[in-house]
């Protein structure tokens, strides 16, 4: 009861007295009461890069700093579609191989029947949508359990794979458009140019919503707080931008290698869009309310079946770019494209950034941080010397703290009478 009273009297001085100080002492408070949020893959991802930059300093190098970015793409955009079903309690099991047919459909449809680059796209993210509809239909109407509908989607896919791809055959992608997607980096010119859209927007958008709060009589972030963010954004932002802005190849004389990765900008694209939509519309917050109590959300009105079939809809379609991108980083398609443990990472990223496995908790940001941290491991252990068994092992390690973490804090909450 005193740590109940506690939350409430350091958020309710928050309120009154909005100030940094205060601020911080009602997120310190939340912290303790259970609500930890992304802290501690913030913190993961702070441990990981300080230890493997100490062990193996080629860790911090310009051209390793941009792999991170291209060996997390793939694992963090289908982490964000796997983000709107873990909201809703539910599961993915064929995300993986479900993006693996979609890049199969865009190989077959640029380099076997010649089309072109964007028509070849769109058939790829229409077959993920497609496959998500008859998933959410086969869980929301009939009520098969997601687990099981998703785990024969698993095994469905790839024999569908298979017969796409002719049984094993490997098809080259040579589309310069698709392959610049994980292959090919912006000037350094429209690379700042992206960091002062992508810090200006951040900044816009802080201010116009405290303006709007202001308007309708409610607290404010102070102005000063404000600046704390954009100012923390603006440096981190500018460092990563300038470090990938420096020359990266071995030989400059013959080909230069500078710039920010063309799939950091896809990425941040797919980012503000979801996060927009969770957090800015209706259908964002029926995904939530959902999650939170599906059978509350009935009885309130919300369209349950539609919200779920809308959740994997979303989620495959994601997918579908998560496998073009696959498909551009290794310049083909085989039947192992979004197999082995591409499903596995996904749903650790999506987990280990801060969304619940109990759903009605999470933000697609939850998936850039856990892909981040999924790269560091996979990167780092690489650079160590350590095989595949290791990175298994440390992976899954950390993806059970940040369950165990995450169901901590559930009960830590409930009993703290947050929940």
Known sequence: MSKLLANDEAIVTA???????????AYTERVRGGDMGALPAVLGLVVLCTVFALLRPTFLTPVNFANLFTQGGQITVIAMGLVFVLLLGEIDLSAGFASGVCAAVLAVTLTDMGMPWYVSVLAAILTGVLIGLVLGV??????????IVTLAGFLAFQGVLLVLLEEGTNISIRD????????????????????LVGVGGYAAVQIVRSLKRSRRGLVADPAS???????????IAGLAVYVLNLERSRNPGLV???????????????????TFVLRRTAFGRHI????????ASRRAGINVDRIKISAFVICSGIAAIGGIIAASRGASVDPNTGGSQVLLYAVGAAVIGGTSLFGGKGRVMDAVLGGAVIAVIDNGMGLMGYGSSVKYIVTGSVLLLAAGVDALARRRAAAAGLR
């Open 15 to 25: 309120v009154r007295q909005p100030s940094i100080g205060n601020s911080a002492r």
């Open 138 to 147: 086969l869980v929301a109407k009939l009520g098969i359990p997601s687990f």
């Open 176 to 195: 310069e458009t698709i392959l610049a997607i994980a292959n090919r980096n912006l000037t350094p010119m429209l690379g700042w140019g992206l960091f």
């Open 225 to 235: 707080l404000i600046a704390a963010r954009v100012g923390t954004m603006a440096v």
């Open 256 to 274: 230069s290698l500078t710039g920010v990765p063309i799939v950091v900008p896809i990425v941040l694209a797919l980012l503000v869009v979801w």
């Open 288 to 295: 939530y309310a959902v999650g939170g109590n599906a059978e």
